[in-house]
């Protein structure tokens, strides 16, 4: 990181709060990709997601931000059937007691992305210590780490969910699928996550895509096309019908397709790339309002 990376990172650490998006987004994105941030004629994925954070602002991705909320837009565009079972939903974690919950469930914030707390077993579960990470998740607006204007006016609460794996039986392979003004492009599956992230690309024909997106590839894991590909990019269609850019993501269980979460903007708009053409290919794919 060079001096003039450290100074602007301590400016949108200390007085982040006290300058404009557009401000803070220009010197967080050279903090954090090293180079100047192109609004005026924004190119790579990365740099138009920025714009779309400021410029693209509508709101009802407030409610599909919020992972609670989000479960009544998705039972609208595709039933209730895609939606994991809800165990409960509360404002605090004081709220919350581990007899009321089953042997096995996942705990997260729904207005964040890294609150998440899984039980397999209680008693190996370290409960203090999953109350104390989501009280913290929820006294913080995520919103102000990088400016992804949707998680602004989420209302911070915890939700539980079953505990679920697929074929695997010891996770969750996340299917993240990219859509263009509505139509799949491509998709991310993210796996192993817990122990050694790692991320595969592929074609929405299930071609592997020689590439990686922050996390490194793993191309001797072959990863099987999902049983029910076709469905879950209709579900992606559905959901993001009249989006400009937008990530959909889904799990394949038991030949079962169930919803994930929605996504605006991939690493916040701060994704490094393996090659910056491939940034720049994504980046075509956005097409930005003139």
Known sequence: MTVKQRIYRKICVCFGKYISDKTYLKLLYETRIGKKLNLKNPITFDEKLQWLKLYDRKDEYTVWADKYEVRNYVAEKLGE????????????????????????FVLKCTHDSASVCICTNKKNFDWNAAMDKLQKSLNQNYYWHSREWPYKNITPRIIAEAYMTD????????????????????????????????????????????????????????????????????????????TISLRTDFYSINGKIYFGEITFYQEAGFAHFEHEEFAKKLGDQIKLPK
């Open 167 to 242: 074929e695997s039986g010891t996770e969750l392979k996340d299917y993240k699928i990219y859509t263009f003004g509505g139509e799949p492009y491509l998709i991310q599956v993210d796996f192993d996550r817990f122990h050694n992230h790692r991320r595969n690309l592929y074609t929405t024909e299930w071609e592997y895509i020689d590439e990686t997106i922050e996390y490194s590839k793993d191309p001797n894991v072959k990863i099987a096309k999902p049983e029910h590909l076709e469905e879950m990019l209709e579900c992606s269609r559905k959901l993001a019908v009249g």
């Open 81 to 104: 059937q895609y939606l994991i079972p809800l165990l409960g939903v509360w404002n605090s974690a004081d709220e919350l007691k581990l007899d009321d919950l089953p042997e096995q």
